[in-house]
T-cell receptor
Framework: DAGVTQSPTHLIKTRGQHVTLRCSPI?????VSWYQQVLGQGPQFIFQ???????GRGNFPDRFSARQFPNYSSELNVNALLLGDSALYLC????????????FGPGTRLTVT | AQSVAQPEDQVNVAEGNPLTVKCTYS??????LFWYVQYPNRGLQFLLK??????LVKGSYGFEAEFNKSQTSFHLKKPSALVSDSALYFC???????????FGKGTRLHILP
């Protein structure tokens, strides 16, 4: 069975640009969460989506937005990129909202120059 | 506010010896506690979780963790370390009021041959 997939694997952007990251959850999973992992730190919660609605938001600026599609895949969008947005962006899926086991994808490494 | 502390940046253990990776937490209400492992250039892999019940939780790859409510700790343990256990380990906590998971900063485990 396929696990959580994310695309692209790596991405290099320039300050001020916009980026879209994509995530496909495990088949049958309806909840997707996004995390930012800066080098040397633990993942930080950005968003959770369940049944196409935002169910939770971390302490990130409005430059960060996300959405979930009818097939439960998800996009994370970041506008006006800053150098500090350089990080590994992780997507995690779970069967339903409130289920405690989350399964993580391999991440997208974003570098902002 | 929820928080997780992993007091050791790095733990070195000789192969075959027991290992402990420490974690303490702060959360309102009853905690849901997790351990994840991250190998280089990979996403996070779930090891084990504590929800309720027996304070000793057994997980993947021979790992276990002990929940101690009075000390607000959830230390990860393994009776006999393997070189392949060398990786970055994250403790995480979720309160029972929302789905946000808070991660510690991680502990790098080195198993010496």
């Amino acid at each position: 069975d396929a696990g959580v997939t994310q695309s692209p694997t790596h991405l290099i952007k320039t300050r001020g640009q916009h980026v879209t990251l994509r995530c496909s959850p495990i088949s049958g999973h309806k909840s997707v969460s996004w995390y930012q992992q800066v080098l040397g730190q633990g993942p930080q919660f950005i968003f959770q989506y369940y049944e196409k609605e935002e169910r939770g938001r971390g302490n990130f600026p409005d430059r960060f937005s996300a959405r979930q599609f009818p097939n439960y895949s998800s996009e994370l969008n970041v506008n006006a990129l800053l150098l500090g947005d350089s990080a590994l962006y992780l997507c995690a899926s779970s069967l339903v909202r409130g289920v405690l086991e989350q399964y993580f994808g391999p991440g997208t490494r974003l570098t902002v120059t | 506010a929820q928080s997780v502390a992993q007091p050791e940046d790095q733990v070195n253990v000789a192969e075959g010896n027991p290992l402990t990776v420490k974690c303490t937490y702060s959360v309102s209400g009853n905690p849901y506690l997790f351990w994840y492992v991250q190998y280089p250039n990979r996403g996070l892999q779930f090891l084990l979780k504590y929800i309720t019940g027996d304070n000793l939780v057994k997980g993947s790859y021979g790992f276990e963790a002990e929940f101690n409510k009075s000390q607000t700790s959830f230390h990860l343990k393994k009776p006999s370390a393997l070189v392949s256990d060398s990786a970055l380990y994250f403790c995480a906590v979720r309160g029972n009021r929302d789905d946000k998971i808070i991660f510690g900063k991680g502990t790098r485990l080195h198993i010496l041959p």
